[in-house]
């Protein structure tokens, strides 16, 4: 069963920071009904979603999923985040994205069980946290000037991007465990830990939805590609631990 952690807590710290700055940039951008008075220049946004774990690192194949009763998607977690966009032109924005996510999975071993005939088990934690600059390219015009003191948003608008950044990790492996190089296969408890970061490089899409002048939907989807080092004191016969996986986001934004 997973479960989220700390990214919870920093999604309400985003949503209060939003909301302290939007509200002068809000009072300042309005118009009459359905326009603005200048073409938007920023958005600020929060987002709110799943992401899944591709998980084909040795640490993945050679020990969670193959001593212990876990599967791939035990990693997947909920996530949130922001954005903030700024227009580099009529179709093209410069964007800052935060996501973080954290997921919890209990498991036992597949073959062994206590001398009690009690499962033997452990509890994997991993949170991945991805900092990225990027740029978003819209297939469509996102509104349109009236006069020269209007600007009308359009209803919708579609767009594609990409960016580049780094992603945070930690991962923590705790309960019991077998020593398999004794023949007496005596069980111990261990705190097993590794953090670090990466370069991290992602793919995205979606569709930005209107709802008023100064309001709108972003539904997304996202892939993220990165690998990061293990703490090799901990886990020395493993290579770096993949931390890649899509993405699926939605969120509301506002521009001024």
Do not use: C
Request: negative net charge; hydrophobic residues 45%.
């Amino acid at each position: 069963m997973n479960t989220s952690g700390s990214p919870m807590k920093s999604g309400v710290t985003l949503a209060v920071v939003l909301a302290v700055l939007l509200l002068p940039g809000m009072a300042a951008g309005q118009g009459g009904d359905g326009y603005l008075f200048r073409r938007p220049v920023v958005s600020i946004g929060i987002r709110t979603g799943y992401a899944t774990a591709l998980a084909q690192s040795q640490i993945f194949n050679d020990l969670l999923l193959k001593d212990f009763t876990l599967q791939r998607s035990d990693f997947g977690a909920p996530v949130i985040g922001g954005e903030v966009a700024i227009r580099a032109s009529d179709r093209l924005d410069v964007s800052l994205t935060v996501t973080a996510g954290a997921s919890v999975a209990n498991s036992e071993y597949v073959i062994f069980e206590g001398t009690d005939d009690l499962p033997i088990v452990q509890t994997t934690e991993l949170s991945r946290t991805a900092v990225a600059l990027g740029l978003k390219y819209y297939l469509r015009e996102r509104g349109r000037r009236i006069s020269r003191f209007a600007w009308i948003p359009t209803s919708w608008a579609p767009f594609v991007g990409g960016g580049v950044g780094r992603m945070g990790y930690s991962t923590v492996l705790e309960g019991e465990f077998v020593d398999t190089a004794d023949p007496i296969l005596p069980i111990y408890q261990d705190y097993l830990a590794s953090k670090g970061s990466s370069p991290y490089l992602h793919l995205n899409g979606g569709v930005d939805v209107w709802l008023n002048k100064t309001l709108f939907l972003t539904a997304e989807g996202r892939y993220g590609a990165a690998r990061a080092p293990l703490d090799q004191n901990v886990f020395g016969d493993f290579d770096d631990i993949d931390l890649s996986g899509l993405q699926f986001l939605v969120g509301l934004s506002v521009q001024f």
